[in-house]
């Protein structure tokens, strides 16, 4: 054999087997418990929410820690129910930092298994540049393939990932007692149809921190300084090149889900001193309506601010009360 021939023949069998190895299958609940990191945890709990427990899914809330940290999915259930015979029921699905291909994997967990109504769809003043770095974690190999390459500097490296991944979860749920992990779910151990972080921590600890002004002014100076560039929209194609990807995946999203006959909004959580609106409102509000909380009493009073970019529990309590207002005034 001649050493074109060998190398075609290498060259083959390499992409060959890489690709067998991406599409062994696997219990997709096993992917939910890798993610055992922090508040990351949460993840595990989003699928057994979504999976194992019957209780319906009417309303479900998508983000990051700002959404985590500022919306109280109970209290919301409790306040647009008050005088509504059909109950709505309600989750927070967010989890920590920005990157819409996350979303898309949550949501597309939530539509296979329950028949939502309505969606929020947290927004910031800016829109990511980077996908979601624990997405390789959750998303099913058909996702990160067909997510666009246009330009996501994660592509190459989430599907780099993905044969060992693979593999990792095909031995997992072949051979589940030799690594210690579970495919059946505990109903003792279940946290119950709401995990929530607003009010406080799930294990009790209190988020009743309060920054000083001071020291938020000067955190969002700090940010301007530094990042003040993410809101120039000044290069159409520089803005290609740092937003396509996210912006794409959440067109497609947002297509799919009004497909299915849902609502969908978008929810304003900025950081404390961002400006009153996202840089990119015009290309929101061709997707989806937004919705604004402008009470200043909440996003210009450092009483309510745990950190620069969220919500302490004051804060949330007043976040969720209002925004509870507006879905009932606006959307149901």
Request: charged letters at 20%; a neutral charge; proline letters at 5%.
């Amino acid at each position: 054999m001649n050493k074109a021939k060998f190398w075609a023949l290498l060259i083959t069998t390499c992409v060959v087997s890489v690709a067998i190895l991406s599409c062994l299958p696997h219990n997709p609940y096993l992917r939910y418990q890798e993610l055992d990191v922090g508040v990351f945890k949460k993840d595990t709990w989003i699928y057994e929410r979504t999976v194992f427990d019957p209780t319906p899914i009417d309303i479900a809330f998508f983000g990051t820690s700002h959404t985590l940290n500022a919306i109280d999915s109970t209290l919301v259930e409790e306040q647009i129910n008050i005088d509504r015979s059909s109950k709505k029921r309600v989750v927070n699905f967010a989890l920590p930092q920005l990157g819409r291909d996350m979303h898309q994997t949550l949501i597309k967990l939530l539509l296979e298994h329950k028949q939502p109504e309505v969606l929020f769809i947290e927004i910031r003043e800016t829109e990511a540049r980077d996908q979601h770095p624990a997405t390789y974690y959750l998303a099913n190999s058909k996702d990160m393939l067909e997510s666009p390459l246009l330009v996501n500097t994660r592509y190459f490296g989430n599907l780099a990932r993905l044969p060992l991944r693979q593999s990792n979860l095909f031995l997992k749920t072949q051979f589940p007692d030799m690594f210690g992990v579970s495919v059946e779910f505990d109903q003792q151990s279940y946290a119950g149809s709401h995990q929530n972080y607003a009010l406080a921590f799930p294990d009790g600890r209190s988020r009743d921190k309060i920054q000083s002004e001071k020291f938020l002014i000067e955190k969002r100076q700090n940010w301007t300084k530094n990042n003040g560039h993410k809101l120039l929209r000044d290069n159409k194609l520089k803005n290609f090149i740092n937003y396509n990807a996210n912006l794409t995946i959440l067109r497609n999203l947002i297509s799919l889900a009004k497909k299915q006959g849902i609502e969908i909004y978008f929810i304003y959580l900025p950081n404390f001193g961002s400006q009153a609106k996202p840089v990119d409102e015009d290309i929101y509000a061709l997707m989806a309506p937004i919705l604004y909380v402008e009470d200043p009493s909440i996003f210009g009073n450092a009483y309510n601010w745990y950190d620069l970019g969220h919500l302490n529990a004051q804060g949330a309590m007043k976040f969720t009360n209002s925004i509870s207002q507006i879905i009932n005034d606006k959307v149901l």
